[in-house]
């Protein structure tokens, strides 16, 4: 069922265009920095360079790439009056959310994993990778860029557990623009509020991509770490928890 799932979204010329889109982005973002650096006008290196460029996406445009397509992968089902179609072949609807949920992840996937890998290339060859003086210590070339990549995947994990809850409000809605602005509403909250919320766990969750950032050394950050995976491990088991058991109760007939 996975690989039909491969074949039927992910491999269609819309969404390759979709998930290619966004290096368009870093060309622009790669070509305006580099004149304003060549003109004076900013002090860029390779390492603040990936900092803004990565940031600029995964706060910014990836939010709503990702909850948009991972409520379209629920959404198409009834649009295209398919939903049905997997039950009557006797597959269950558990089996039938599990695939939905690794397509979601695979998704994510290419939507991170060539912008990332353009914007290390674009910083190379640009503005070049040196070691980075931090505060009072100098990293190494690796360990500097080694912080802004975890950064950049954890908020991608964090957008996951998102893209799921955008999913279960596609299933009980089937409203793109709700599951949507659900989705988006709920990551947007936690950036800017969960800091400040009373709930010690999602503020270990929400403050790691920072504390990778800003941490002097990143060995201390490993017990921090297994917190706050723990913390999304849980959320992301409880939601998909939740998750399947209102779809086993929903009714999936296409109006």
Do not use: C
Not at 7 to 26: C, I
Not at 108 to 137: H, I, K, R, S
Not at 209 to 227: C, D, N
């Amino acid at each position: 069922m996975l690989r039909v799932e491969w074949l039927v979204f992910v491999r269609q010329p819309r969404f390759v265009l979709l998930s290619l889109a966004p290096l368009v982005m870093a060309l622009l973002s790669a070509f305006s920095q580099y004149v304003a650096a060549q003109v004076g006008l900013l002090y860029t290196t390779g390492y603040a360079f990936i900092v803004r460029t990565l940031n600029l996406y995964a706060v910014l445009f990836l939010p709503f790439l990702s909850v948009s397509l991972a409520a379209y992968l629920i959404l198409a089902e009834f649009q295209w009056r398919t939903i049905r179609r997997p039950f009557v072949e006797h597959i269950p609807r558990t089996r039938f959310l599990l695939t939905k949920t690794a397509i979601t992840g695979v998704v994510q996937g290419l939507l991170m994993l060539p912008y990332g890998l353009l914007t290390l290339a674009l910083a190379a060859v640009l503005f070049g990778l040196q070691p980075v003086l931090f505060e009072d210590v100098e990293l190494s070339v690796g360990q500097s860029l080694l912080r802004p990549l975890l950064a950049y995947g954890w908020i991608g994990l964090e957008l996951f557990w998102v893209m799921l809850l955008s999913q279960m409000l596609a299933l009980r809605t089937r409203n793109m623009l709700l599951a949507v602005l659900g989705g988006l509403l709920v990551f947007y909250g936690l950036m800017v509020f969960g800091e400040s919320l009373p709930l010690p766990p999602l503020q270990w969750m929400i403050r790691f991509s920072t504390r990778l950032v800003e941490a002097k050394a990143l060995a201390p950050l490993v017990a921090e770490g297994t917190r706050a995976l723990a913390v999304w491990a849980l959320l992301v088991a409880g939601t998909l928890g939740l998750h399947v058991r209102l779809f086993l109760r929903q009714d999936v007939t296409v109006a």
